[in-house]
């Protein structure tokens, strides 16, 4: 892989360490599509599994207090099925089609949050919660973001914004796992060829962005953080989308 490549991945996983740690997620949607049009579909969603669960375990320390882990339990459960449907999917699907997926997923993400802000609409129970679980796993094996599901029954089910945030970051990390386990078994060529130094780079980067993080969050209001990860989001994505229909 080539030196400007590598810089370039250490470059946005910075960007999405710093998204995850103020608004509590972030990462996956942001960089995703980015990591996807670098390294190609299958490779880019990959690194970006491995990069979420090692941001979120950095995190976990940080906001152990505030996590509910009642709402952990349930929607770990069912996420775990879906990430192993999901992998299962993602291996057979050619580069383009993947791509078109991960990009689709990101958009439809964003208008989903755009809609749900104004809704007047509260859901309770524990048939929501097993469902968003499902869909984050199968969506984050996919197309690598994991967090649209969740974030919408959050916003549905009025979960305020702390202990959301919080327990999303074990949340991330056991889903994540689960995720990397079944591709290492399915298609372990898909990991990146990073070279040994690259890695390391990697999790240090995300641990600085994650510090970085921390102090932005002290002067960024989340209004603006959330606006800023949308932003980037949505260009990624729609460039996700459009490679991804070139290619067909």
Same mark, same amino acid.
């Given at each position: 892989?080539?030196?400007?490549?590598?810089?370039?991945?250490?470059?946005?996983?910075?960007?999405?360490?710093?998204?995850?740690?103020?608004?509590?997620?972030?990462?996956?949607?942001?960089?995703?599509?980015?990591?996807?049009?670098?390294?190609?579909?299958?490779?880019?969603?990959?690194?970006?599994?491995?990069? =979420?669960?090692? %941001?979120?375990?950095?995190?976990?320390?940080?906001?152990?207090?505030?996590?509910?882990?009642?709402?952990?339990?349930?929607?770990?459960?069912?996420?775990?099925?879906?990430?192993?449907?999901?992998?299962?999917?993602?291996?057979?699907?050619? &580069?383009?089609?993947?791509?078109?997926?991960?990009?689709?997923?990101?958009?439809?993400?964003?208008?989903?949050?755009?809609?749900?802000?104004?809704?007047?609409?509260?859901?309770?129970?524990?048939?929501?919660?097993?469902?968003?679980?499902?869909?984050?796993?199968?969506?984050?094996?996919?197309?690598?973001?994991?967090?649209?599901?969740?974030?919408?029954?959050?916003?549905?089910?009025?979960?305020? &914004?702390?202990?959301?945030?919080?327990?999303?970051?074990?949340?991330?990390?056991?889903?994540?796992?689960?995720?990397?386990?079944?591709?290492?078994?399915?298609?372990?060529?898909?990991?990146?060829?990073?070279?040994?130094?690259?890695?390391?780079?990697?999790?240090?980067?995300?641990?600085?962005?994650?510090?970085?993080?921390? &102090?932005?969050?002290?002067?960024?209001?989340?209004?603006?953080?959330?606006?800023?990860?949308?932003?980037?989001?949505?260009? =990624?994505?729609?460039?996700?989308?459009? %490679?991804?229909?070139?290619?067909?």
């Amino acid at each position: 892989m080539e030196l400007s490549l590598i810089f370039l991945v250490l470059g946005m996983v910075v960007i999405g360490a710093i998204a995850q740690r103020v608004a509590g997620l972030g990462f996956a949607m942001l960089v995703s599509p980015f990591l996807v049009l670098a390294l190609g579909a299958h490779q880019g969603v990959f690194l970006v599994n491995i990069c =979420g669960v090692v %941001s979120s375990a950095i995190i976990v320390p940080r906001v152990w207090k505030d996590i509910d882990w009642s709402m952990f339990r349930w929607l770990t459960g069912f996420s775990v099925f879906g990430s192993v449907a999901g992998a299962l999917l993602a291996g057979g699907l050619p &580069q383009a089609p993947l791509s078109i997926i991960v990009g689709a997923t990101v958009l439809a993400a964003l208008l989903l949050s755009l809609i749900l802000v104004r809704a007047d609409v509260t859901v309770t129970g524990q048939i929501p919660k097993g469902s968003a679980g499902f869909l984050s796993g199968l969506t984050n094996s996919l197309a690598g973001v994991g967090g649209p599901a969740v974030s919408a029954y959050a916003v549905l089910a009025r979960w305020p &914004q702390r202990p959301f945030a919080a327990t999303l970051q074990p949340f991330f990390v056991v889903t994540g796992l689960a995720t990397i386990g079944m591709k290492f078994l399915t298609v372990p060529d898909q990991l990146p060829l990073l070279p040994a130094w690259a890695w390391v780079g990697v999790a240090v980067f995300i641990w600085g962005g994650v510090l970085i993080g921390e &102090q932005v969050q002290r002067v960024v209001s989340d209004k603006h953080a959330r606006f800023f990860v949308l932003c980037c989001a949505f260009v =990624g994505a729609v460039t996700a989308l459009v %490679s991804g229909l070139r290619a067909l």
